[in-house]
């Protein structure tokens, strides 16, 4: 067996893939934050965005020319190849149950050839933020630190501030255990990347004055300089009114073919917001799933083009799935009319002994140590109770059980048909003219689950999970990469799905190395 071994533990060695020269130790602090990496990382551009627009053709090539140079430094990670594609919203009904006539021919080429999974169940709040951090982290939002999408806790300030910075993130991420062990990585529109120690990033970020509009000059305020101009020279400035994921899909092609990287985060939302529109599996939804085959379809041609698909493994998940729904409830009416929150005269949220955080098919409430406001909470909120608009509450305890936001002191869970919004003023409920969708609620709820399919030379064909947590998956996209650390999250990988013919998967901790289990 070929390993590297140091007072720690061993480095695997996978076909493929070469370690850095020297030992690394695999063990690392549980515990402990970690801050991300700096060098070599992205940082917040001074660029503006009008600029781009003007630069000379001189100023293009000399730009070209130091990319270049630049670019042959940085490609520095050699062997191994993983691409996560993020379908957004992407329950594993559209897979396992798929209606007559989906036209997924990429989804179904990967499942033929590799290994899934049934269901996947999420975190709680099954939200887009907490589930890709999940995703990279392989833990629940209690340790990782993105509790929910949005990030105040204060009532009526930042309302609509979404947790994009990585540095909220307490523990190691893929991008951290790739570059530890010097390795590179890309990113496209992933969540909470913006400023993360990622070598190619174009973070997912929007103005929040002007709500979630897509605005490329205002994402590449968050993009390295470098790469902006590399983005630029490659692809042109976006045409206005483009599709939103085809460009993330050109983006990340892009870095696939002239970098390399070994790890690439791709996420795409166009079936989220369908689902959010029209409800879960309408004909706009599965259109937009059919959209997503055939960016996923670019992907897999773009590394067979560049050479890749001998070490390239593929991973095609999703963070949550959906429910439809026909009410909209806003309980934070009732906690205004009872005075823990405060309006201003156009009855927003403007302050209150109390803050909320509507998560879509839950809603957290926080108030501070020490402030007895529970007994006043429960009372306001009884209309909710007697008109049936709550499936369940629970205390900090049961949230604390649940991995769920460790701050939140309750958290209420809507029933079938019931989205929470924010608003404090207007009527309790609304009954929509159609159908629509959500998420947010427990990921225990049949239509919540995820999805999880995986593909390449290193994947066993045939291998079906029945269920499996989200937190096992970024352990399992770490052990794809060639990198086994056994402290990284709180579950081991899914050795079953790769191919017993590789002999150079071990396990090792603390010093003890044994051979690779597996059916
Ligand atoms: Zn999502």
């Given at each position: 067996m070929d390993l590297c071994v140091n007072s720690e533990g061993a480095i695997p060695r996978r076909k493929g893939y070469a370690p850095p020269s020297g030992c690394i130790s695999l063990v690392r602090n549980r515990q402990g934050p970690?801050?991300?990496?700096?060098?070599?990382?992205?940082r917040r551009s001074n660029l503006a965005p009008g600029r781009l627009l003007v630069l000379s053709a001189g100023v293009l090539a000399l730009?070209?020319?130091?990319?270049?140079i630049a670019s042959a430094f940085l490609a520095r990670g050699t062997g191994r190849h993983?691409?996560?594609?993020?379908?957004?919203?992407?329950?594993?009904?559209?897979?396992?149950?798929?209606?007559?006539?989906?036209?997924?021919?990429?989804?179904?080429?990967?499942?033929?050839?590799?290994?899934?999974?049934?269901?996947v169940e999420g975190v709680y709040p099954t939200l887009t933020y907490p589930s890709h951090t999940t995703i990279v982290t392989g833990r629940r939002p209690a340790e990782h630190g993105i509790y929910t999408n949005l990030s105040s806790r204060q009532p009526g300030k930042n309302p609509d501030g979404w947790f994009w910075f990585a540095k909220a993130i307490k523990v190691p991420t893929l991008w951290d255990e790739a570059r530890a062990h010097h390795m590179t990585s890309a990113a496209v529109a992933w969540p909470v990347t913006v400023g993360a120690a990622i070598?190619?990033?174009?973070?997912?970020?929007?103005?929040?004055?002007?709500?979630?509009?897509s605005d490329p000059f205002y994402v590449m305020r968050f993009v390295n300089?470098?790469?902006?101009?590399?983005?630029?020279l490659a692809m042109g400035i976006p045409p206005r009114g483009s599709e939103d994921d085809a460009n993330r899909t050109k983006a990340a092609c892009y870095f696939l073919t002239r970098h390399q990287p070994n790890l690439i985060l791709l996420h795409l939302e166009a079936l989220d917001r369908a689902e959010h529109h029209f409800g879960p599996h309408s004909p706009q939804?599965?259109?937009?799933?059919?959209?997503?085959?055939?960016?996923?379809?670019?992907?897999?041609?773009?590394?067979?083009?560049?050479?890749?698909?001998?070490?390239?493994?593929?991973?095609?998940?999703?963070?949550?799935?959906?429910?439809?729904?026909?009410?909209?409830?806003?309980p934070n009416v009732l906690l205004a009319r009872a005075g823990l929150l405060t309006t201003d005269s156009k009855g927003k949220i403007a302050g209150g002994r109390i803050a909320t955080v509507v998560n879509d098919g839950s809603f957290f409430i926080y108030w501070p140590q020490g402030s007895d406001v529970g007994a006043e909470v429960d009372s306001a909120?009884?209309?909710?109770?007697d008109q049936g608009l709550v499936q369940a509450v629970f205390d900090q305890e049961a949230l604390h059980e649940m991995g769920?936001?460790?701050?939140?002191?309750?958290?209420?869970?809507?029933?079938?048909?019931?989205?929470?919004?924010?608003?404090?003023?207007?009527?309790?409920?609304?009954?929509?003219?159609?159908?629509?969708?959500?998420?947010?609620?427990?990921?225990?709820?049949?239509?919540?689950?995820?999805?999880?399919?995986?593909?390449?030379?290193?994947?066993?064909?045939?291998?079906?999970?029945?269920?499996?947590?989200?937190?096992?998956?970024?352990?399992?996209?770490?052990?794809?990469?060639?990198?086994?650390?056994?402290?990284?999250?709180?579950?081991?990988?899914?050795?079953?799905?790769?191919?017993?013919?590789?002999?150079?998967?071990?396990?090792?901790?603390h010093g003890k190395v044994s051979g690779h289990k597996s059916l």
């Open positions: 970690r801050e991300p990496a700096t060098s070599g990382g992205v730009a070209a020319l130091a990319l270049l993983v691409l996560v594609i993020s379908v957004d919203g992407m329950g594993s009904s559209y897979y396992m149950q798929p209606v007559a006539g989906l036209k997924t021919p990429n989804i179904r080429r990967l499942m033929a050839g590799g290994s899934f999974a049934w269901a070598d190619w990033d174009v973070p997912e970020i929007w103005d929040p004055s002007k709500g979630q509009v300089p470098l790469t902006v101009m590399e983005l630029a939804a599965n259109s937009a799933l059919e959209r997503a085959d055939a960016h996923i379809g670019e992907m897999l041609s773009a590394a067979k083009q560049a050479g890749l698909e001998i070490s390239t493994d593929v991973v095609v998940l999703s963070d949550h799935g959906f429910l439809p729904v026909d009410q909209k409830v806003q909120l009884k209309p909710l109770r769920a936001d460790p701050e939140a002191r309750l958290a209420l869970e809507a029933p079938a048909g019931v989205e929470y919004t924010a608003d404090a003023s207007g009527p309790l409920v609304r009954t929509l003219s159609r159908e629509e969708g959500t998420h947010g609620f427990l990921p225990s709820r049949q239509g919540l689950e995820s999805s999880f399919i995986a593909w390449g030379p290193d994947i066993r064909s045939g291998v079906e999970l029945e269920r499996i947590r989200l937190t096992e998956i970024g352990p399992t996209i770490l052990e794809t990469m060639g990198i086994h650390d056994p402290t990284f999250g709180d579950r081991p990988p899914l050795d079953v799905i790769f191919k017993t013919a590789n002999p150079g998967i071990v396990t090792c901790w």
